[in-house]
């Protein structure tokens, strides 16, 4: 599966909670993000970060009733969602990863979009999935199973990005009450991604 498809936006209006101040928070970082030129910069600023989360069972009596494995987003996610339904990939997965999406590769990517889709490329390949013991065989001539282990003790049941599983960009941004954490999520669709945005 190939996932080259435009953004959809997703996800209900919210009235801030700080009369205007999240509202504008939320459209500035949006704004950042997109214009972003070196998005891969997250990974090197501590104001920034870059994860992948993927479904897990760990909190859920019958995994075939999941409401977002293999599923395109049709309903509101929240935090608690997130918290409930998903495990964030270990920080080793992405500073793998970066080894991988080479310089040029990085600095080519045009926006969010574009990056999660060279991620979600990369992550559909075994040898370029830092999950799969043939990525260490390749990269480092050991055949490591940290990457499965860490699947099987976290509930999750998939070793490559599938409908459902989220890239999270996270920034932090200045406001009038002082800095305040946005993260966008990019839930990967049959086509495409879904864009939700929360503070």
Not at 69 to 95: G, I, Q, S
Not at 123 to 138: E, G
Request: glycine share 6%.
């Amino acid at each position: 599966m190939r996932m080259y498809g435009q953004s959809v936006t997703k996800g209900r209006e919210k009235k801030p909670k700080h009369g205007s101040n999240l509202l504008y928070c939320i459209q500035k970082a949006s704004t950042q993000f997109c214009r972003c030129p070196r998005l891969f910069e997250p990974l090197m600023n501590k104001e920034q970060k870059i994860s992948i989360y993927y479904t897990s069972s760990h909190d859920v009596d019958d995994e075939l009733r999941h409401p977002y494995r293999f599923c395109n987003l049709d309903t509101e996610l929240t935090d608690k969602d997130v918290e409930k339904y998903y495990r964030k990939l270990p920080n080793w997965v992405m500073d793998d990863l970066s080894n991988v999406l080479v310089v040029g590769d990085i600095e080519s990517a045009g926006d969010e979009i574009e990056l999660a889709n060279r991620i979600f490329s990369s992550m559909n390949q075994y040898q370029q999935n830092p999950l799969s013991p043939d990525f260490h065989k390749t990269w480092r001539g050991v055949f490591d199973m940290k990457g499965q282990e860490w699947l099987e003790q976290n509930e999750v049941h998939h070793t490559s990005m599938s409908v459902g599983d989220m890239i999270c960009f996270e920034q932090s941004i200045d406001s009038t009450d002082g800095p305040v954490d946005v993260r966008r999520y990019l839930y990967c669709q049959s086509v495409g991604w879904a864009v939700i945005d929360m503070v």
